[in-house]
Structure formats: structure tokens, C-alpha cells
């Protein structure tokens, strides 16, 4: 029976062919979406797991009210939670980098051209920052391990987003492009930061040494990126140096439900006032703008499969129309109504896999020809533009999808045709002209 469908695919090559094409179109357009979409996942989650980790451990209510009052919320004894979460042995095995940070926020000042703007600044371990950022889960980033721009020896040196640079005139010495032609040249970049955990506040003299584009223009003119050992001395001066927050980067983002949860056990078992987020708790964005690419690759895929089932409908019912002396001729020699509804619904599927398989062919040519070509733009959460890359590593199941799914709805839409076929009148198809 196969033998035979597939001949009565290619009797009409033409309509076969232009048939199978809108599938082409239709499997070409969801695998190029669909990996594309994979890419955001996999690039805005390799984004998140080096910035801030898989998890962050808080005191509780910190994630609630810490931004207002810090020292209230901060972790006294964060070295000891550290050396608690780093022993464990299931957290053992699972970990790859675990650091304190220091969150917190002031006015930064440049006394040489009398600016100031009030910034938001993230305190870390240079270190332990290079290393997080060499995080590749999905093996993406070709090697690519940018650095802080901060050194564990140099603790008076700072990191400013390109926008903060431009508005307290660090643009000539930064040597960042478009500088104003009025701004002042200075030997050196230097700023006053002013903060405080509460009370007087502290006060310190830094060096900016690089200006990093942050993705968002909020952002970008407000960060400034310090020392651990500095940010301390900023917000808590003279008492108990303390830490917002301790971050912890895992080998596989699969292990961050068993993580939370031996983190949750620690944390009732030795009685401490903490508790671990997740990064898309910390970043409700993350999947806010995952659900949007999905809903437009559903979207499409809707459109997509509405189009195939029309076309191939069509094209089956014209082909039991030119072949009513066929199915007249097949019955009388004794083919049951089964056998023929059978056949027209294998030429749909032979259709929609023939179309299939050469659309999934082409969508692997165009991605290699995409991830070749040099093409770049700014996605979202990113400051400067980036290559355009289609994600193929551990796509096999969004393949084997798009075929099944555009076989399936290619054979769905014969049903129609060939349940007309198979209820023809015997002597009625044998007459008719």
C-alpha cells in the first residue's frame, strides 16, 4: 500500500510539489524560531547564573526590606554560613563558586568637575567574580570568559557603568567614545563614594578604571561595581563588616531544586535566620520574557499548522476528484472502504513527512549559514550588540517535534477527503465522467 500511495503522490508532481512546499515553509520557519528561541533561554540564563548565580542566601526579610535598611538584614556571620554550605556534602558536589556580596546604594562624587549622581553599587570578590563569569552549563560562549575589570590586590579601584562614567566627565580618561567637548581632562578617574548602613555616613575615595555597558539605561546610570573589602567599609565603617548576601553558582542549573532544598535543611538544622532565592525569583523578568518567545513561537506554530492542514485538504480533495473512476474501479475489485480510506490518508502523511524532512534539511542549512554569517543585534538585557546565533546543540527533540507534529496535521487533514472517498457508491464512481 505504501508502494502504491507514494506513486499516486508523484502523479501530480506539480500540486505535490507546491503541497509540500508550504510545508517546507511551515517546518523551516519552526525550527529556525524554535532554536532561536532555545538560544534566549540558554543565553539569558547563562547571563543570569554568571551575574548573580543559581542562588542567593539572604537573612530573611532581606529580599523584603533589606534595600532600606541594610544592616538590619545583612548576614553578621557570613563566613561561617560559607564554610557551613561549602563543607556540606551533597552541596559538595554541586557547587563551583560560593562568595559573599555587598549590595548597597549612596552619591558618587567627582570633586575635579563638581558632578554627582546618586549610584547603586554591587560589592564582590574580583576572584570569585572571573570565575563565575567562566559558567558555559550549555556550551555556548565558545570559551568567552569576560573579566570584572576589579583585582583582589586593588581594592580602591572600581568599575562604573558607561552612563555614570559619562555623567560625572570620567569620559576622556575611561577613554569611552563621544566625549562631550567641554568635559575637563583629568589625569586620573577619580571619585568620592558616600554611603552608610545608617547614622553618619562613610565616605571613601576610589579610582574608577573601566566603564561597562549594563543592558539598561537605569542601569547603566547607576552602577558602580567595587571591592568586597571596600563595599564593607562603605556601608558599615567602623562596626561588625557584615554581607547582604552570599552567592552561590552551581555546575548544572538541573540541581537548583535539590540545592534550595539541602540549603533549606542547613539552614532549620543549625537554626540560622537564612533563606536561598533562586535567580528567577531574583529576576522575575527572566520568565516573563520567556513566556513572550514562547507565546509568539505558539503563535506561529498555530498559523503554521492552520495553513499545512487547509493546503493539504485541498490537495487531497482535488486528487479524490480526479480519481472517482479510480476508487469506483479499486472497489468493485473488491477493496474494502478501510483500504481506501487508508491510502488517501498515506499520501497525507507521505506528504507531510516528505515536506517535513526537506523543510527540517534546509532550516540546518540556513542555521549554519546564519551562525557563519556575522550577523549581529541587541537583545534584551545586553549593551552592545551581540552575534546572532541559533542554538542546534540538544535541538534534536524540537526536530523530531516539528516532523511529527506537521506529519500528524497533514494526515489529520486527509481524514475529510478520504472518508469521501471511501464512502463513494460503487456504481456511481464507475460513472462518472
Known sequence: MFKIAFRNVLRNGRR????????????????????????????????????????????????????????????????????????????????????????????????????????????????????????????????????????????????????????????????????PASEVPQPAAKLQLLSGAGGAPNIVSVTAVKASGQGAKEMDDSYIGLHFAKAQQLLYG??????????????????????????????????LDLEAKDFDELYPSNKQILGYFMAMFAFIGVVMAIIVGFTIANTMSMSVMERTNEIGTARAMGVRRGGIHRQFLLEGAILGGLGATAGIAIALGLTHLINHAGITYTPPGNASPVDLYLLTKGTQSLLATVWILLTAIATLASIVPANRASRMKVVDALRHV
Open 238 to 271: 567602623g562596626d561588625q563588616h557584615k554581607a547582604t548576601a552570599i552567592v552561590i553558582q552551581l555546575k548544572n542549573s538541573a540541581d537548583i531544586p535539590h540545592a534550595k532544598a539541602r540549603l533549606a535543611q542547613i539552614f532549620a538544622r543549625d537554626k
Open 16 to 179: 505535490s510539489l507546491m503541497t509540500a512546499l508550504a510545508i517546507v515553509v511551515g517546518a523551516t520557519a519552526l525550527v529556525l524560531l524554535g532554536e532561536y528561541n532555545a538560544m534566549i533561554k540558554v543565553g539569558m540564563e547563562t547571563g543570569l547564573v554568571r551575574g548573580m548565580g543559581h542562588l542567593q542566601v539572604f537573612k530573611k526579610g532581606y529580599f523584603d526590606f533589606g534595600s532600606g535598611k541594610p544592616a538590619a538584614y545583612s548576614i553578621a556571620d557570613y563566613e561561617k554560613a560559607i564554610d557551613t554550605i561549602r563543607s556540606d556534602r551533597v552541596l559538595a558536589s554541586m557547587i563551583t563558586v560560593i562568595s559573599p556580596r555587598v549590595s548597597l546604594g549612596g552619591i558618587a562624587g567627582n570633586a575635579a568637575v563638581d558632578k554627582s549622581k546618586t549610584f547603586f553599587g554591587s560589592g564582590l570578590v574580583p576572584s570569585d567574580k572571573d570565575q563565575m563569569n567562566a559558567w558555559d552549563g550549555y556550551g555556548i560562549t565558545n570559551g568567552d570568559r569576560p573579566k570584572s575589570g576589579l583585582d583582589d590586590a586593588k581594592p580602591d579601584q572600581v568599575v562604573v557603568g558607561v552612563g555614570l562614567a559619562r555623567i560625572l566627565g570620567l569620559c576622556k580618561p575611561l577613554k569611552l567614545k563621544d566625549c
